[in-house]
């Protein structure tokens, strides 16, 4: 099942475990019952901390347990976790193990004070580089906690299971029966779902906070790049963020980042942010922001970021990196189906449209390369695009054109999502040209039609453009002194992750720069 490569790498990585584990699965007679018990054998062969059997009792076969020897301790998973869930099983195997996870002490804490019985079940797909992250902490709470149970589902393998839940998109997490959450979830975000007085003991602790000389607003690359700037100046540095990553998080194959011929969104991700945290920088995740107060307009002469969790906090300069997010159709239904049938992300979602009838709409790079890769997957795809052309590189049109299961519309505008309430049945558009309403039967809606920058909250501070991204020199300097922005959410064109971290510490020395030259408050007003 392995290679001998992988077997070598999984090898070593296995000498950490400290205490026996026990892999236990259920069996069926089926193919992936026959592939998953070469897996879990190989697995066994490679330690002697290992043991392997086959009594498991499961109601969903293949399937199999991680058990801790002689204790409650068990990490479970339905179907056969390869793909980008090949290290999430390497990550059970260890912690079940003994070997201490790579999180802060406070978190641990958290997870182990939590009462109250959790059964936790979440459907992911292989080619989801969004599910690793909530498959691997709900696995670390069910073994740091024993109330808690997590087994994680390829929805591929189950698809009786995902029919009758309606289940539409990954990862899909179940708690007690009852829908809990879908899409990428961290640790702290579940912990915050969970334990509801979390959020108002950590607005109390950011209240608290000292003044930043040069606060980050965002964490995606701009943000990191910022923040790693500013803090190799001496300078106190702090990061607030919705979700440490931004878009990146969301990105599969990452291809042109110079010097790196080839990476994953996560991967880079987490790069970044090992990189940001070996300085003295305060990262503050889960945390909106909801208001900017510029200097000029506070009490003590510091800009302040309101958060939506109440908190504020104080600085002497900003950048501000909130980045983008994807653009919605804004039409009747698509609220309505999201998760349902209307769907972001193509490489997460694509699997569970397996057979079935797709539009893609936008004909820009993002939605011929969607089209091209559900093409492999589903019955059909039928791309609408509202020009009377397509934009994408005329190299990534050709191979469209080559795939007998795409049929391209063009001058065409959706006007609504259809669906029989629990799920998208089709869609509607309107012809051009001749103006006509025209109907699609379909099952899955993928939306690539651009981005929107994350600049709700800064409307009547500082200067937007007409599209609303933030007015920018070419010293990252906004229409408030102080107040630099880099990457996406602003005015510099061509919105990739390396001009958004060459601009995100170009902010950084534009704010340091800045410090330099106006005294603090203070000084200010003894002068």
């Known amino acids: 099942m392995l290679d001998a490569n992988l077997k070598t790498q999984l ?22 019952a026959t592939e998953l018990d070469g897996l879990l054998a190989d697995v066994a062969a490679l330690s002697e901390k290992i043991s392997y059997r086959k009594d498991g009792t499961s109601d969903r076969a293949p399937s199999f347990e991680i058990r801790c020897a002689g204790s409650d301790v068990a990490v479970a998973f339905a179907g056969i976790p390869l793909g980008h869930e090949f290290t999430s099983l390497v990550l059970a195997l260890l912690q ?14 958290q997870v182990r004070a939590l009462n109250g019985s959790f059964h936790f079940e979440t459907y992911y797909s292989q080619s989801c580089q969004n599910c690793p992250d909530v498959v691997q902490a709900l696995n670390l709470m069910s073994v740091l906690n024993p109330s808690i149970r997590h087994v994680a589902i390829d929805g591929a ?26 899409g990428r979830m961290s640790l702290e975000e579940i912990l915050a779902k969970l334990d509801t007085g979390a959020a108002a003991r950590m607005a109390g602790q950011l209240d608290a906070k000292e003044a930043f000389d040069v606060l980050v607003v965002g964490g995606g690359p701009a943000g990191a790049a910022a923040a790693i700037y500013a803090a190799r100046k001496g300078i106190r540095t702090g990061v607030v963020a919705e979700r440490f990553g931004g878009q990146v998080l969301d990105t599969l194959g990452i291809e042109n980042f110079i010097s790196v011929r080839e990476t994953e969104g996560p991967k880079l991700v987490a790069a970044m942010e090992a990189h940001v945290r070996d300085y003295e920088v305060d990262v503050m995740n889960l945390q909106r922001a909801s208001k900017l107060v510029p200097a000029s307009q506070s009490a003590d002469g510091l800009n302040e970021v309101h958060l939506e969790s109440g908190a504020t906090l104080r600085a002497r300069s900003l950048v501000i990196a909130t980045g983008a997010r994807w653009r919605e159709m804004g039409v009747p239904g698509e609220a309505q189906y999201r998760n349902k049938g209307v769907a972001y992300c193509p490489h997460c979602d694509g699997p569970l449209f397996k057979g079935k009838r797709v539009a893609v709409i936008g004909g820009g790079n993002s939605g011929v390369e969607a089209a091209i890769d559900l093409a492999g997957i589903v019955a059909r795809v039928t791309l609408i695009e509202f020009d009377s052309k397509l934009r994408a590189d005329e190299v990534l049109q050709r191979k469209l054109r080559s795939l007998p299961n795409v049929e391209v519309i063009l001058h065409a505008q959706t006007t609504e999502v259809l669906g029989d309430g629990q799920r998208v049945t089709g869609l509607q558009y309107r012809d051009r040209g001749d103006l006509v309403m025209n ?25 937007l453009s007409p599209r609303g991204e933030i007015v920018i020199d070419d010293r990252a300097q906004t229409s408030l002194p102080g107040v630099m922005a880099a990457g996406d959410v602003t005015t510099v064109p061509y919105k990739q992750i390396v001009i958004a971290m060459g601009e995100g510490s170009k902010a950084a020395l534009s704010a340091f720069d800045h410090l330099i030259r106006v005294p603090v408050a203070g000084e200010r007003a003894a002068a």
């Open 439 to 463: 109907t699609l039967e379909l099952e899955g809606i993928f939306v690539q039609i651009g981005l929107l920058p994350n600049t709700e909250w800064l409307k009547g501070t500082l200067e």
């Open 157 to 182: 393998a189950f698809q009786d299971e995902v029919e009758s839940r309606q289940v539409m998109a990954v990862p899909c997490v179940y708690l007690n029966g009852e829908v809990f959450g879908s």
């Open 11 to 32: 090898q070593a990585y296995l000498e950490k475990v400290r205490q026996p584990i026990e892999l236990v699965a259920t069996l069926d007679d089926g193919e992936r």
């Open 96 to 109: 079940v193990g003994g070997h201490p996870p790579k999180v802060e002490e406070a978190v641990i804490e």
